[in-house]
């Protein structure tokens, strides 16, 4: 149980593009899902929480029209990556927070998607 | 201070040898507490959750949390070369709704044959 997807696992676009990258819990309803962001050799940095419904929580210096979330069911939430530019290249993993799991306080990932933007 | 100090190592061990990770952490109102493995390129998979202090164990894997000591440990029994990969923390405090996930820098294992 507790099966988080990602879809693409891997994105190359030009600069100036938008990228949506998928996140879907397939065995749990997740009302609560977050965004993270990992470089080469480095911890997750959280970018932002998103409950089923209502609008992100961004993350201090992270931009929210630049990367848009929707988390339109207790299943999805997706992520795009708007006027993508090569700064932007990176490892997007995505979690899920099981809303019935009865209080444990815990996150399942996703196998993350790399994106290279040239 | 970070909240979460976890050294980045990378630890090398002979295959067979125990393991012993660790990370520190400041704020006591953590009673969370998690380890994730992270293989290269793919995402944190969570190994094992403890609430609050005592020990857990689960196969070859030992969790410690030491809330007097605010510090947090991970044994790896007959450490084996697929156990190389990078190991994470992560806790959260409890306050009747749901908090981030804090991690720490994650540490670097290689066990080589």
């Known amino acids: 149980g507790a099966v988080v997807s990602q879809h693409p696992s891997r994105v190359i676009c030009k600069s100036g593009t938008s990228v949506k990258i998928e996140c879907r819990s397939l065995d749990f309803q997740a009302t609560t899902m977050f965004w993270y962001r990992q470089f080469p050799k480095k911890s997750l940095m959280l970018m932002a929480t998103s409950n089923e419904g209502s609008k992100a929580t961004y993350e201090q210096g992270v931009e929210k029209d630049k990367f848009l979330i929707n988390h339109a069911s207790l299943t999805l939430s997706t992520l795009t990556v708007t006027s993508a530019h090569p700064e932007d290249s990176s490892f997007y993993i995505c979690?899920?927070?099981?809303?019935?799991?009865?209080?444990?306080?815990?996150?399942?990932f996703g196998p993350g998607t790399r994106l290279l933007v040239l | 201070q970070k909240e979460v100090e976890q050294d980045p190592g990378p630890l090398s061990v002979p295959e067979g040898a125990i393991v012993s990770l660790n990370c520190t952490y400041s704020?006591?109102?953590?009673?969370?507490f998690m380890w994730y493995r992270q293989y290269s390129r793919k995402g944190p998979e969570l190994l094992m959750y403890t609430y609050s202090s005592g020990n857990k164990e689960d196969g070859r894997f030992t969790a410690q949390v030491d809330k007097s000591s605010k510090y947090i440990s991970l044994f790896i029994r007959d450490s084996q070369p697929s156990d190389s990969a990078t190991y994470l923390c992560?806790?959260?405090?409890?306050?009747?709704?749901?908090?981030?996930?804090?991690f720490g820098a994650g540490t670097r294992l290689a066990v080589h044959p």
């Open positions: 992560a806790m959260t405090p409890f306050s009747g709704g749901y908090n981030k996930l804090i």
């Open positions: 704020n006591s109102a953590f009673q969370y």
């Open positions: 979690s899920a927070r099981d809303g019935t799991s009865g209080g444990q306080e815990t996150q399942y």
